[in-house]
């Protein structure tokens, strides 16, 4: 994916979110968010995956899975979240996933604040 096709689809997947958080608006579990935000991605042809899970290795054992909220269109991270504010902690569970998953890009997302929040995540370790 080139990077005007992820500024696009990124742009798209906030425009999304936008309008969960405007009908909706803050307060909610997380769950909810989730729900609401991939009925949304569908009506607006977003293909997605949701709670994306792969497995974790170290050292060649298999350590445990991870879990991402949302994976878009194979190649784009999507981490929700419903708090007041996105704190550092947040920001590296993010980036986690884009490592763990080998992303070049993802999105980090909350929708607890009374303005819709997000951020952009790059992978600095990304291998094409």
């Known amino acids: 994916m080139t990077k005007e096709e992820q500024d696009k689809i990124t742009h798209a997947i906030i ?4 309008e969960v958080h405007n009908i909706i608006g803050n307060g909610f579990q997380e769950v909810v968010y989730q729900r609401s935000l991939s009925i949304e991605m569908n009506l607006r042809n977003i293909i997605h995956k949701r709670e994306f899970e792969i497995p974790l290795f170290y050292k060649g054992f298999d350590v445990g899975k991870r879990r991402v909220d949302f994976l878009i269109l ?3 991270a999507l981490e929700i979240k419903a708090v007041i504010n996105l704190e550092d902690v947040h920001l590296a569970q993010g980036k ?3 490592e763990a998953y080998n992303l070049e890009t993802g999105l980090l997302i909350n929708f607890g604040s009374t303005s819709l929040q997000y951020k952009r995540l790059f ?6």
Do not use: F, H
Request: charged fraction near 30%.
């Open 96 to 98: 986690n996933y884009l």
């Open 74 to 76: 194979d190649e784009i």
């Open 15 to 18: 425009g999304a979110a936008m």
């Open 123 to 128: 992978n600095k370790k990304y291998k094409p």
